[in-house]
């Protein structure tokens, strides 16, 4: 069964990069075949999609937030990763990591999230 | 690109049916039959009841049905029960790499 588990800074101060990591067990993640996704979901809002990567090389983003984000895999700790800079108190918010097996946006696994709060 | 339009709450009673609708444009729901539904019960991650618009995934009940007419994306679920009370979210494709979720919806067993 694959699971995903969100790791992070759950505090992070205006004006810096919000890096947070998903851990994938029960798949190889250099395997292939999957997109690797980020999303969130401010605090009492609905869903936002931030971007996946595909491959380890094609990364796609939310165009809203491109200038500010990266997603990158590391297939040697089968880890993938968010980096948000120039953060602000819109960027609150929990972030899920996700799989998708399509490029679709049919998310059929999901980490439990973990809570970003952007405060000085 | 905006977030698609849903009901902020719908309800109904047990063993009722209900409807969930999510509006979109030309360019997401209505150009691509890739439109996914989820479920969100409070401090829960979501969870994919529909995708592919119709298709359900192993485990979810033949009660969630989904479907489309033009721009406007539908989650029907009958026989609600008390489980059913949660958050959902649909979420189309819009081309060019690109997601779109809706607002959410809030269901109210009654």
């Known amino acids: 069964q694959v699971q995903l588990q969100e790791s992070g800074p759950g505090l992070v101060k205006p004006s810096q990069t919000l890096s947070l990591t998903c851990s994938v067990s029960?798949?190889?993640?250099?395997?292939?075949?999957?997109?690797w996704s980020w999303i969130r979901q401010h605090p009492g809002k609905g869903l936002e999609w931030i971007g996946y990567?595909?491959?380890?090389?094609?990364?796609y983003y939310n165009l809203s937030l491109k200038s500010r984000v990266t997603i990158s895999i590391d297939t040697s700790k089968n880890q993938f990763s968010l980096k948000l800079s120039s953060v602000t108190a819109a960027d609150t918010a929990v972030y899920y990591c996700?799989?998708?097996?399509?490029?679709?946006?049919?998310?059929?696994?999901w980490g439990q999230g973990i809570t970003v709060i952007v405060s000085s | 690109q905006s977030a698609l339009t849903q009901p902020r709450s719908v309800s109904g009673s047990p063993g009722q049916s209900v409807t969930i609708s999510c509006t979109g444009t030309?360019?997401?729901?209505?150009?691509?039959?890739?439109v996914s539904w989820y479920q969100q019960h409070p401090d829960k991650a979501p969870k994919l009841i529909i995708y592919?618009?119709?298709k359900r995934p192993s485990g979810v009940p033949d009660r969630f049905s989904g479907s489309k007419s033009g721009n406007t994306a539908s989650l029907t679920i009958s026989g609600l029960q008390a489980e059913d009370e949660a958050d959902y979210y649909c979420?189309?494709?819009?081309?060019?790499?690109?997601?779109?979720f809706g607002g959410g919806t809030k269901l109210t067993v009654l």
């Open positions: 996700a799989r998708e097996p399509t490029l679709w946006g049919a998310v059929d696994v």
């Open positions: 029960g798949a190889s993640i250099g395997s292939g075949g999957y997109y």
């Open positions: 990567i595909f491959d380890s090389v094609s990364s």
């Open positions: 030309s360019s997401d729901v209505g150009g691509y039959n890739y």
């Open positions: 592919d618009l119709s």
């Open positions: 979420c189309s494709y819009a081309g060019s790499y690109t997601i779109l």
